[in-house]
């Protein structure tokens, strides 16, 4: 590991390595480039600390480095133990920002370094998951008075701060940048679709078609995932406990059954649900021999691991980022830990799709800076027009132009009298 005053890294050497990767996802990013230009200019954030807790991607490193051209002092960690990209955590530490990450984390380290960002003292938190909002209304609460908000990336954190509302244990205002359109309609669906195929497809080279697909949630995550396994052949088989997204499923023309139907069929399962033990031992012992099992939800529950552990007669790694676990005879392959597969066994979403992810969280910090004091200690969403702007933002950066409405048409659209 390499250290210093304002760092923890694996291998400062991989800096220049994590710079290009940066550059690279800056050529796909227009839509924050062009936040990041006016930022430059207008200087929103000048003497704000943002502290952060987030996958470290070369994405997110766009991010820190839009936040900073805004004049914030920025400090980083992950937000899981094996999502952080290496080269880019060296790359940050050398620009001089403050950053403890490395890709495969113990449980100790992690929380350290969520406390070294705590103890940054931030005024503005972002967290992917919640953990650092919980460890600062848990442990540092005293801080709380100097922190204007909070913004949440991801489902599962907007999951657990609502339940926090309902204990009235929230303490500081929460932008719900997940919520946006521009967010979870686009990176959860057509990010974490694409993502999570090229993380099985890394951790394992199998081929999709013809495989039995168990989608476990089809929330956007199992929406995109379905769409882009159906894409490649796959027969995909649905499992959901909504009744309206079950319906939803059978209408786009798949297969929905329980999990411990599913169990029997599938050639492959990928948890996307936000909850607990979805696949549990009793659904495992009914799998075929060499079934894959995969997560990309955001915490390593959804699938029993420590059962799996625990009733398995032997297990070993064979590659890297998946498995062999063998019950009752059978070989089951788990990728990736059960952590979400798209960051541990590949890169996460592509640039393109966190473009407009990370406006939301950029648009969001400065949004929290002029509302300062004015917005309630609940879970918001960002205003519609700032979410409209994002999309503005990456069609004109992709050279996409698209129609207005005719004076006529605004009429029409917002009276009654005129019918058939
Ligand atoms: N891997 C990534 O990069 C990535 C990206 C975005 C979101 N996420 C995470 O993915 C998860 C899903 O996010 P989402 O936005 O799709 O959520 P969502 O709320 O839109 O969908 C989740 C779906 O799971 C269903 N579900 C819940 N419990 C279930 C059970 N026991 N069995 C079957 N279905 C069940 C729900 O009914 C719902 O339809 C969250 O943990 C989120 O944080 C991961």
Redesign the pocket.
Known sequence: MDTGPHYEVRDKSLASQGKMNIEFAEQHMGALMTVKKRFEQEKPFTGVRIGMALHVTKETAVLVRTLRAGGAEVAITGCNPLSTQDDVSAALADEGVHVWAYKGETTEDYYRYLANVISFRPNITIDDGCDLVTEIHTKHSHLIPTIIAGCEE???GIIRLKAMVKDHALKYPMIAVNDNKTK?LL??YY??GE??LDGIKRATNILFAGKHVVV???????KGFSLRAKGQGSHVIV????PF?ALQAVYDGYQVMPMSEAAKLGDLFVT????KH?IRTEHMKMMKDGAVLAN???FDLEIDVKGLKQMASSSRRIRPFLDEYIVQGKKLFLCGEGR?V??AAAE??SSEVMATSFCGQALACEYVVKNKGRMPVSVIQLPEEIDDMISRMQLKALDIHIDQLTEEQKKYMSSWQEGT
Do not use: F, I, K, Q
């Open positions: 991801t489902t599962t979870h990176d959860n990010g974490t993502s999570t476990v949630g089809y929330g956007s995550c199992g499992v959901e406990v909504d997204r996307v649900t936000g909850n979805v990309s939800g955001h979400l798209n960051l996460g979403h």
